[in-house]
């Protein structure tokens, strides 16, 4: 007789439908988290694989080598990581983000300054390949699809299985001192002059911190944060923090309240940093995200910039329209909008050749992305957001950066040229090298839907 592990049959099932999408000639998609934005975590007209029932994790103690599959979120693994080995990778933000979603895409997190994207932290994947045969990719084996494992997203050509990453230390201690401003005390422009003068600093390695900037109508939020820091870092941080925030408001305090001001300082473990997820309860594995109500839809955008500081005509124009849509969303009964500013740079991400992985822009040094929130209503109302969307979009062009974050995608685009130009926004000068190894590698269009791809160099083939 022979017994089957769980993981056993779940990996066969991934195989068996493969094979059956070949057979049928329609195409498949995977997914975990269901955190895609525009609906990208879906597969219209396809077969969507869920693969959130795989939850294996071994951990090579004496080298830190964490292998996981791709069933996870991130409050999941962390938890995991936590409980067992006091490990930690570099991954995403928030708990109910699925692991494989963000490693494929690149990944940006809290740790970035530290440890680099979480993709350079991949050392191998297991994947379902367009045969539906079990493969693996690393350094040594499929070099090509392994390349593509890092940053390729939705472009990697088979359903990923697990990942093999390098993990590190869990931080003991998470320090965040925040500030938020009502919208009315008019603080924007002053927080993200403050924010742009200190990423220099604050992106090196030893620093271990990350900081970001948070704008909606109602309030705009300075935070900083600090991983595991004692002695001299502790030091420099409260230092830098304290100047950081007295820039904006000279008569700052550590704690208490200053012309409608509320600083504070919080002090946790890395878990208990991530558990304020509903994802994250019962030892990290309870909820799934299927289990969750979905009161958002969401449109969100990004550039990629080569500067700390944000063009400063182009941004107060963004913050007016920002105010003035505001009444629009009200009246509609609908949500909100937000802009981020996140560091992207930092001798971590820099240390990284621009083609050693498809992410090529490794030399910049910060993220503006917004999110477009509401709630479903009816056409007419889907229709007004659609509208604001592409306001948004032209906003961040003004930007002048070609440079786009897989992780946000943004609107998508018809038609083979404006497809090129929106993917290469995406890999630059490695998108001939991301649609070679895809067209080698699933050469029939099994995995994808197929207007969300980059187009094939080939033309004319079915």
Not at 139 to 156: H, I, P, R, T, V
Not at 313 to 331: C, F, N, P, Y
């Amino acid at each position: 007789m022979i017994l089957y592990s769980p993981h056993y049959v779940i990996l066969l099932k991934v195989q068996s439908v493969v094979k059956c999408v070949v057979d049928a000639g329609v195409y498949t998609c995977a997914r975990c988290g269901s955190h895609g934005f525009e609906n990208d975590a879906c597969c219209d007209g396809g077969v969507l694989v869920d693969m959130s029932s795989l939850h294996s994790l071994s951990v090579r103690k004496s080298t830190k080598i964490v292998q996981f599959e791709s069933g996870y979120t991130h409050g999941q693994l962390y938890y995991m990581l936590s409980k067992g080995s006091k490990l930690v990778v570099p991954g995403g933000t928030e708990s109910y983000v699925g692991t494989a979603g963000l490693f494929l895409g690149c990944g940006r997190g809290l740790l970035t300054s530290l440890y680099g994207l979480a993709c350079d932290s991949v050392r191998a994947v297991e994947y379902v390949d367009e045969k539906g045969e079990l493969r693996n990719a690393s350094s040594e084996e499929n070099k090509d699809m392994y390349w593509l494992a890092k940053e390729g997203g939705g472009a990697f050509p088979g359903i990923v299985t697990s990942f093999t990453v390098q993990a590190y230390n869990e931080p003991d201690e998470v320090v965040v001192t925040s500030c938020r401003w009502s919208g009315k005390e008019g603080k924007e422009f002053e927080v993200i002059d403050a924010w742009s003068r200190v990423q220099s600093k604050f992106t090196k390695r030893r620093r271990k911190m990350f900081s970001h900037v948070k704008i909606t109508a109602e309030h705009t939020e300075l935070a900083v944060y600090c991983f595991g820091c004692h002695g001299e870092e502790m030091e420099f941080y409260e230092k830098e923090t304290r100047e950081l925030m007295m820039h904006v408001e000279p008569m700052w305090k550590r704690e208490g309240h200053l012309n409608g001001t509320k600083c504070s300082e919080t002090r946790q473990s890395w878990v208990n940093f991530h558990r304020s997820s509903v994802l994250v309860r019962n030892e990290g594995m309870t909820a799934m995200v299927r289990d969750t109500v979905k009161v958002h839809s969401t449109y969100t955008g990004a550039v990629v910039l080569d500067t700390w500081e944000l063009d400063d005509s182009e941004t107060r124009k963004m913050i007016h329209w920002l105010k003035q849509a505001e009444d629009v969303l009200h009246s509609n009964r609908l949500s909100h909008i937000t802009f981020f500013l996140y560091p992207l740079g930092g001798e971590a991400v820099q240390s990284v050749a621009p083609d050693a992985t498809a992410f090529p822009w490794r030399s910049s040094k910060s993220v503006l992305h917004y999110k477009l929130l509401w709630k479903p209503k009816n056409d007419e109302k889907e229709e007004l957001m659609k509208s604001m969307n592409d306001v948004l979009q032209g906003l961040l062009d003004k930007f002048q950066s070609a440079r786009t974050f897989y992780n946000y995608l943004g609107k998508h685009v018809e038609g083979e040229r404006e497809r090129v130009e929106w993917y290469r926004g995406h890999f630059g000068n490695n998108l001939e090298r991301v649609q070679r190894v895809r067209e080698q590698n699933d050469p029939t269009g099994v995995f994808g839907i197929p207007s969300r791809l980059p187009p094939r160099l080939t033309k004319n083939r079915t």
